[in-house]
């Protein structure tokens, strides 16, 4: 039998409005459904860190991580499964962010596409080209870099205007693996070409910037005004209607059943009157929101709560974060004096690892252990026969890492769960230590 490795996914969302339709249809709702999957790790946050580049408006990015984490959270996302966290509560990004930066080329930086626009925009207007930008918004593909690499994510789903900077975070990767040894995993971005595009109000894309959205969890009252200020053609009540170019049509499909959809592309066929189908529009979204909307009010209503969860989520993100910037300020040379110095300049090609020890008890058996760097006991074992059973343990670890460990919990004492993350990770050092050795 053998088992699929794990999957670490990971993304972000910057606290900077109040979640509407577009986001839940085209982010929140495949993402909640994705993280549902057994083979896979979530890892989800609130980028407020990213937020602080494009506002200004303390209370704007409170309110914003407020809804945001509750819109999530009340969409499904289950955050005792997944890690659900701040970004701002992990004090090892922005560390991590710096290591990062001393690894990446202004000249990359300067084709970043949201710094080029805004130099492109002040060149057209004949303005000074850093004209208000700050550094903040050219390091950005630095700071979700990051975001990225602190949690070894293999998968990163973004929107389309993203891809460039997980292509950079590859390259941070790999320039510091070069430089360092392998301390990375190199991420990949999904996109999800299936999730619609959510057209608003106006029948352009539903965007904060355009000021034409639908929010998510406003009172259904409100909903249904919003839904009767869609824009549609003039065509009186009996005419034929087009669903093509229908802003009303393809927000409805992204509610609808298959069944549901083919209904009212008849219906449009048959002249039904706007107002009608306006409110079978808001009858079918509402059916679906309207559980939802429950929870995100006692949320909303409950801060406190909502604070646990996000401090919860950033221990256990830290789990993993605190070892393992542990280990890359070792990497780069930030260490105790006492650690002892390496011959004039040499690279270096030893630094303390994790490790497995086996020893045999009292009672005639034979044990292994896992310890980190720091010697910290990761895992224990039972007791085995001989000790060509615990060595072949070992070794199957160390090839295979956690991806067969469900299979050896029998052979296993059970670890705090809190502890996984660490083994899942020191595993990996070891893993890279040995492909290292073998080039
Ligand atoms: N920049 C992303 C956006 O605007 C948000 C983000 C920040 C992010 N850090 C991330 C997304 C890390 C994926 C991974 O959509």
Known sequence: MTSTPRTRVLTGITTTGTPHLGNYVGAIRPTVQASRNANTDGFYFLADYHA??????????????LEIAASWIASGLDTDKVTFYRQSDIPEIPELTWFLTCVTGKGVLNRAHAYKAAVDKNNAAGHDPDSDVTAGLFMYPVLMGADILMFKAHK????????????????????FNHLYGEHFVLP????????????????????????????????AAQMRKQIASIVTDSKAPGEAKSTEGSALFQIYQAFA????????????????????????????????????????????NNPAKLDQILLAGADKARQMATPFI??????????????????SGAKESKVALPSFKQYREKDGQFYFKMVDAQGQLLLQSKG??????????????????????????????????HLLPSVEHNLGVIQAANNNARK
């Open 257 to 300: 059943s298959a069944e549901e959809t083919a209904a009212l592309a008849k219906a449009y066929a048959e002249g039904i009157a706007w107002g009608d189908a306006k409110q079978v529009l808001f009858e079918r979204i509402d059916r679906e929101i309207a559980p939802m909307r429950e929870q995100y009010q006692e949320l909303i």
């Open 384 to 417: 085995f026969a001989s000790p060509k059973e615990a060595g072949q343990t070992i070794v199957r670890l160390q090839t295979e890492g956690l991806a067969c460990i469900a299979e050896m919990l029998h052979l296993l004492e059970p670890t705090s769960a």
């Open 156 to 175: 990163v789903p973004v929107g389309r205007d993203q891809i460039q900077h997980i292509e950079m975070a590859r390259d941070m990767a790999s320039s």
């Open 188 to 219: 990949e971005a999904v996109v999800e070409a299936s999730v619609a595009l959510l057209p608003g109000l106006d029948g352009r894309k539903m965007s904060k910037s355009y000021d034409n959205t639908i929010p998510l969890f406003a009172p």
């Open 326 to 343: 542990k280990e890359l300020r070792h990497a780069v040379g930030l260490r105790a004096l006492s650690s002892g110095t390496s011959a």
């Open 52 to 65: 602080l580049i494009k506002c200004d408006d303390p209370a704007r990015i409170q309110r914003s991580t």
